[in-house]
């Protein structure tokens, strides 16, 4: 199956204020994703179909990004899938979709970090 790498460019958001109602950004097929801040980003998967994220930022001032995904549209509340492996960095994650569905993915910078989420459905 060929898969297209859909570039998506994103105003870059302060940290100054606490979001508590955040709203997933739709991806169709795959995508590179930058910006700074707590964002969260959907993608519709099919049962099968092999799931990639890899998460690169600008190292600066010690600041860190980290990402997780799962079922729930929820920031706050969501759980992590059970299924799928982290590289040993936490970097990248891969998994085999169980069932068909949204799948919400949740990056985290501190205290801002200018990163890239890649996400490859094939």
């Known amino acids: 199956m060929k898969f297209s790498w859909v570039l998506v460019v994103l105003l870059l958001c302060g ?8 709203s997933a950004k739709r991806i169709l097929g795959s995508a590179i ?3 700074e801040s707590h964002d969260a980003y959907v993608i519709k998967a099919l049962k099968g179909q092999i799931l990639t994220l890899q ?4 190292l600066e001032n010690k600041n860190s990004a980290s990402f997780s995904i799962s079922r729930s549209a929820s920031f706050f509340s969501a759980e992590p899938v ?3 492996r982290f ?5 990248r994650w891969v998994g085999k ?10 990056v985290v910078a501190h205290s801002t ?3 890239r989420l890649w996400v490859k459905l094939q």
């Open 33 to 35: 994703i930058g910006g």
């Open 82 to 84: 059970k299924f799928g």
């Open 55 to 58: 998460l690169t930022w600008k």
């Open 15 to 22: 940290l100054t204020r606490a979001q508590t109602n955040m």
């Open 97 to 106: 979709i169980p069932a068909s569905g949204d799948y919400f993915m949740f």
């Open 87 to 91: 590289s040993s960095k936490q970097t």
């Open 113 to 115: 970090a200018e990163y």
